[in-house]
T-cell receptor, first 112, second 114 residues
Framework: GDSVTQMEGPVTLSEEAFLTINCTYT??????LFWYVQYPGEGLQLLLK?????DKGSNKGFEATYRKETTSFHLEKGSVQVSDSAVYFC???????????FGQGTRLTINP | GAGVSQSPRYKVAKRGQDVALRCDPI?????LFWYQQALGQGPEFLTY????????KSGLPSDRFFAERPEGSVSTLKIQRTQQEDSAVYLC????????????FGPGTRLTVT
């Protein structure tokens, strides 16, 4: 079945460090890919999305590029802030389906 | 309201008890989703409604789980004869469009079965 695999956490970085959180997927067809973020005490929020191969999603300084050849959608940010501390989820949605399929999540902590 | 709300936010149940979890979607949203999030895991799809019709219940783990949305607005997820493995956060999401990434998530209900 369809699945998403994320790099294991927790990830701890210092402020202004470069961030990469790896995400790979398994799915038939051409899914759409997403990153969601869950800040402490809040609900899941869509961070960015890409709906076709080679698309780059971006938001709040975060970027991810849909790579069909490597079935990947790695999340990157050039300079993280303490306020980026949260749990990040990679997810996919198959064409024509309603549900989202999530990875296991990666907890990110940024130290000042 | 401004967003999706869920109640209660926390529920402790003894094994074997029945529980009911409520979701109030954003007003006017036709699509409603339930997900189960075990500790340290990502959310897993349970079921999906479009208005009052339950179009997909493929993720419900057993016949002890039942969801309804009788008037196409508020939804209730019921779990009968709870077991310890039911302990999880239950997330509700709603969407105006039915487009998957336009789901707005509620804060969840944390269920602990003792």
């Amino acid at each position: 079945g369809d699945s998403v695999t994320q790099m294991e956490g927790p990830v701890t970085l210092s402020e202004e460090a470069f961030l990469t959180i790896n995400c790979t997927y398994t799915a038939t067809g051409y899914p759409s890919l997403f990153w969601y973020v869950q800040y402490p005490g809040e609900g899941l929020q869509l961070l960015l999305k890409a709906t076709k191969a080679d698309d780059k999603g971006s938001n709040k300084g975060f970027e991810a590029t849909y790579r069909k050849e490597t079935t990947s959608f790695h999340l990157e940010k050039g300079s993280v802030q303490v306020s980026d501390s949260a749990v990040y989820f990679c997810a996919l949605n198959k064409q024509g389906a309603q549900k989202l399929v999530f990875g296991q999540g990666t907890r990110l902590t940024i130290n000042p | 309201g401004a967003g999706v709300s869920q109640s209660p936010r926390y529920k402790v149940a003894k094994r074997g008890q029945d529980v009911a979890l409520r979701c109030d979607p954003i007003s006017g949203h036709v699509s409603l989703f339930w997900y189960q999030q075990a500790l340290g895991q990502g959310p897993e799809f349970l079921t999906y409604f479009q208005n009052e019709a339950q179009l997909d219940k493929s993720g419900l783990p057993s016949d002890r789980f039942f969801a309804e949305r009788p008037e196409g607005s508020v939804s209730t997820l019921k779990i009968q004869r709870t077991q310890q493995e039911d302990s999880a956060v239950y997330l509700c999401a709603s969407s105006a469009t039915g487009i998957a990434y336009e789901q707005y998530f509620g804060p969840g209900t944390r269920l602990t079965v003792t």
